[in-house]
């Protein structure tokens, strides 16, 4: 392959012919008039990948830690035996649910949508939630439409995370390249006073063509791969909305692809969260032509996630433990299966349960009260129809694993 130095992106005169015809002062009028520039995203499906070896090797260990978190979760409920299935993807059942969903939920917030851990339960459960946490439960499904997704990625593939993502909100667009100009920052009235602009839709196709050739390369170290195909990915800026939410689960899918995670999702995006604006300075070098901040983000976010992630599996075997102690029933009653099923869902109705649980709504009843009893669940709200239940040691743990991320710095 060709070795030279990683490209900036170039720029591209456009006319600029949107502007309303009233409602806008003259000094915005003027202000937009004209052409506007949009980036040029040079092609990199066979650029040779030249970073500084201690940079590489930082990328590397971020992997290998990678595979370690995942095998030591994976051991640390091993005596679960209730997987679920995500599509063609069949995962450790409750820790990688959580730590899925921790992610979705860390991915969302650097967009500036967040919600708590009690809300997102609930959504998730179709029960009443705020619009916020709807949103974040779509992403949460994005994440596992990305996993399923892992072993063949293609423009289609890409096209349909974007589609469960927006399928609610958007959609119009959901699943669609973009048909018109997108712009990062400014104003409302046209992209000429922007932070950045992407490429003019028309490019879209190509652009994005060229990425997934080079996504499906084999000879990178994957890490690196995956942090430079996400900053293309956000360069390119494929579609009308979640741009970001959607790259993020392009990189957990090619985690997942090329082998690195099997069977737990590292909450990547929690690392990012703890300074959003060297996360997006990182995006801003590498459209210079400077890969290496980007590359050393993911990693350093990579190896922050890990570190927060073991607190929470560490908290949540504490409580699996304390719930065994403080709930009394024979060895083989429904009520001993409960413990996974609130990791994965810390709020439940009878029909999940009984769902989930494969046992009759009288049975999934019982086992319910049981944990009421014990303390380990409370009921959401006083009517006596379609109740719903939470549990507030796991949501407390959510929660605080969110907050240990922290948000030092945020940027639109």
């Known amino acids: 392959m060709e070795k030279v130095p990683w490209p900036a992106l170039g720029w591209e005169d456009h006319p600029w012919t949107r502007l309303p015809d009233s409602g806008i002062s003259r000094t915005q009028r003027r202000r937009h008039a004209g052409p506007y520039q949009a980036a040029v995203v040079p092609p990199i499906a066979a650029l040779a990948v030249d970073l500084d070896s201690s940079l590489v090797a930082e990328a590397e260990e971020a992997a290998v830690e990678v595979a370690r978190f995942d095998a030591s979760v994976s051991r640390a409920f091993s005596d679960v035996h209730e997987p679920e299935s995500a599509g063609d993807v069949t995962e450790l059942g409750p820790m990688s649910t959580i730590l899925l969903r921790s992610e979705s939920a860390s991915s969302s917030q650097i967009e500036n949508l967040t919600a708590g851990a009690r809300q997102l339960a ?4 179709g029960a009443t939630a705020g619009p916020n946490a709807r949103l974040v439960a779509r992403n949460v499904a994005t994440m596992r439409a990305a996993l399923a997704l892992a072993d063949h990625l293609d423009l289609d593939s890409v096209l349909a995370l974007h589609r469960t993502l927006l399928a609610d909100s958007d959609p119009g667009h959901a699943g669609r390249w973009r048909e018109e100009q997108v712009w990062v920052g400014g104003t409302s ?10 490429p003019h ?47 993020r689960a392009l990189v957990h899918a090619m985690l997942r692809g090329k082998g690195v995670s ?15 604006s060297r996360y997006f300075s990182a995006l801003g070098a590498y459209r210079a032509g400077d890969p290496g901040p980007i590359v050393s983000e993911m990693a350093g976010a990579t190896l922050r996630a890990i570190a927060n992630g073991n607190l929470l599996v560490a908290e949540l075997l504490a409580l699996r433990d304390d719930w065994t102690a403080r709930v009394v029933a024979r060895r083989h009653a429904a009520v001993h299966r409960m413990p996974a099923l609130l990791v994965r869902h810390p709020a439940v109705d009878n029909p999940l349960v009984a769902r989930e649980l494969g046992i009759s709504d009288v049975a999934a009843q019982g086992a319910i009260d049981r944990l009421v009893e014990a303390g380990i669940l409370v009921q ?17 743990a959510l929660d605080a694993f969110a907050a240990r991320a922290g948000r030092r710095a945020t940027r639109g």
Not at 262 to 276: E, F, K, Y
Not at 380 to 396: F, H, K, L, S, Y
């Open 201 to 247: 839709h028309s490019r879209v196709p190509e652009a994005m063509a060229d990425l997934l050739a080079f996504v499906a390369r084999d000879d990178l170290p994957v890490l690196v791969q995956a942090a430079l195909a996400h900053a293309q990915f956000e360069t390119i800026h494929p579609f009308t909305d979640g741009n970001g939410r959607t790259g």
């Open 189 to 198: 009235y046209g992209p000429h006073a922007a932070e950045f602009v992407p």
């Open 262 to 276: 099997q069977r737990v999702t590292v909450p990547i995006s929690a690392g990012l969260l703890t300074d959003t």
């Open 380 to 396: 959401v709200g006083t009517g006596a129809r379609n109740r719903v239940w939470q549990c507030p040691e796991v949501i407390d």
């Open 122 to 125: 609930l959504a998730e459960i």
